[in-house]
């Protein structure tokens, strides 16, 4: 028989990388949405042309639709393709949920800011996985997942992810600076508890530095697992079936039943569910009606927004740069959080500079160009929180088979986030940065993507949690592989970890 994979993106590709290094078959089933084939012939015309070729409107063209979106939408390429809108996932208004799903080939690697880093192996004490025992599955993931950065302090924090021999992507002239004055000052920021090092992005060689990493990369440079999937799609073990969509699954004296929209069944030995943490809730609350209810953790996020004095080389909004994250900022504190608090420094883009006009702008007329002028000294940290200190999220099924949500605010969240932003303030002064402290601002739950742990993996499962492989409680041959399982949402990115954890149940499963 052959084994069931249920989604295409990260922990998709990495569960069914891993079942075939053994020798499984596998048939991997999503909803297959792809870019139209208009926007792809447009990607493609930029793409042969180098971006000093390329015209104002070429630019202006490209970027408008990202700029369009609704409250809790993410686009690229100027298409919805691969998310969800919120009515296709809840039944209900969700009251400020910005978390949504993805049917798309690569789900929402289609959309992400390609930041990735292990967990520290501190956020994991008392996890039934050790960093020790994911270690071996971090380096068979960046085996084909392109990673840039380069060696530095990180290192101590992260030691599963080594730099030594990797590149950097060219960093922004804000962020150039940045770095250097956090370098130099590396014993100041110790004594505070913080380290400064440069992002680490899953990203290939030869970024073009074009600066429409936000809008589409129109090489693909940046990381999908749908270009995984392409290349597992070679592989002479494995299908691929688009448009399916698994509404249910029940498990076999032999194997696992897959019911799939429209009414087929699929028979296979055994079910990864990769699906994304929304539509595994979904597939596991139709599959198991005895759970009742799910609860979501998630990994709320900030914004501090600080303005540099400095004079860089050249402007930041002109000239070659991408705006991806430029730099990361860990905060270990104990008398913040127990937990690293986990920041992500952006330097200049088209959406921040927008973002500052719309606030701000309106209340002065005619003086978008000061808060554009403000905008190239703007560098904003994004801080993450860990899941202990964040809103969790009720799911039940509705009886139309889409989810209710119900938000349940965690009291703590925003004095927290107020005295690890304070902190990060303190840190950005020893790079000579002006914090804005009174322009902190918090995410909407849902928004930073870093969610999970709805069925989390226990030494000994309960009902509503899973074992070491995954399985929820009482089964043998389904196994939960993407975020889902995590036994709590630590501040740092979420995407290299779920990837190296789906790899680890795919070489462990019988």
Known sequence: MIDLVIGSGPAGVSVATALLARGRKVLMLDGGKALEPDLALARDDLARRSPERWSKSDRTSWQEPQHATPPGQVRRFGSDFAMEPAAATFSNDTNGLELRSSRASGGLSNLWGSAVLPYRPEDMAGWPVTAAELAPHYAAVAGFLPIAGRADALENLFPALPMQGRTPLPFSPQAEVFLTRTASAQKPLAAIGITVGAARQAVGSGCRTCGMCLHGCPWGLIWSARGALDHLRTHPN?????????????????????????????????????????????????????????????????????????????????????????????????????????????????????????????????????????????????????????????????????????????????????????????????????????????????SSFHAGSTVPMRRDPHPGESDVLGRPYGLQRVHVVDASVLPAIPATTITFPVMANAHRIGIESG
């Open 238 to 446: 494995f299908s691929y079936r688009p448009g399916a969509i698994v509404t249910s699954f029940a498990e076999t004296a032999n194997g696992v039943t897959l019911s799939v929209a429209g009414g087929e069944t699929l028979l296979g030995t055994r079910a990864f569910v990769a699906a994304g943490v929304l539509e595994t809730a979904r597939i596991l609350l139709a599959s198991l009606p005895a759970l009742g209810q799910l609860t979501l953790c998630d990994s709320q996020h900030g914004f501090l927004p600080a303005l540099h004095p400095w004079k860089p080389n050249r402007r930041p909004d002109r000239g070659p740069h991408h705006t991806l994250t430029q730099a990361f900022l860990e905060l270990d504190d104990p008398t913040v959080s127990p937990f690293l608090v986990h920041a992500q420094i952006y330097t200049w883009n088209g959406f921040y500079e927008r973002d500052l006009i719309a606030s701000y702008g309106a209340r002065l007329p005619g003086s978008a160009p000061l808060w554009r002028a403000l905008a190239r000294r703007l560098i904003v940290a994004q801080i993450f929180l860990h899941s202990d200190h964040s809103a969790r999220v009720t799911l039940t099924l509705s009886p139309d088979g889409r989810l209710r949500a119900r938000i349940a605010p965690n009291p703590q969240t925003p004095a927290i986030f107020a005295t690890a932003a304070a902190r990060v303030a303190q840190g950005l002064r020893h790079a000579g940065l002006v914090p804005l402290t009174a322009a902190r601002r918090m995410g909407a739950v849902g």
